[in-house]
């Protein structure tokens, strides 16, 4: 089976944006980068947490979506800090997980190579396809 393009992934996390599940955003805007300018290493970081982030969203959807007011509040809770502990165990911060989403969602070079990077690794066992 074949993962879907990372565009498609994207478009999934920002449709999640809408569930307050996703980064606290900051008053500044990232600052623009190329592609030249994120690493591999940094990219293969984000495309492997992107992924635990979909994985982890998508359980908590369900749960927030039949939740009380009060309920979901905590629901938010420990989904913010799961997805805080899987972008920081690939190794990066979740400003810089938040740079790199914007930047692929808006630079077709980075969007192209996290794509890359997504279909290199083959699924973990338990893990939903992308």
């Known amino acids: 089976m074949l993962r879907s393009s990372v565009m498609t992934v994207m478009l999934a ?6 569930a307050p599940l996703t980064w606290a955003q900051s008053e500044q ?15 293969k970081s984000f495309a492997a947490a992107a992924v635990n982030v979909h994985r982890i969203n998508s359980n908590y959807l369900p749960k927030l979506a039949e939740a009380s007011p009060a309920e ?4 938010e809770k420990q989904a913010l800090q799961e997805t805080t502990q899987a972008v920081e165990k690939q190794g990066l911060t979740s400003d810089k997980y938040d740079e790199i989403l914007t930047a692929a969602q808006s630079k077709p070079e980075v969007a192209k190579k996290v794509e890359q990077y997504l279909n290199e690794a083959p699924p973990k066992p338990g893990t939903t396809q992308l």
Not at 72 to 75: A, F, P
Request: charged residues 20%; hydrophobic residues 35%.
């Open 29 to 43: 805007a990232p600052t623009e980068r190329s592609t030249a300018t994120y690493s591999d290493a940094e990219l």
């Open 13 to 18: 996390l920002v449709s999640i944006a809408g």
């Open 72 to 75: 979901q509040r905590q629901i």
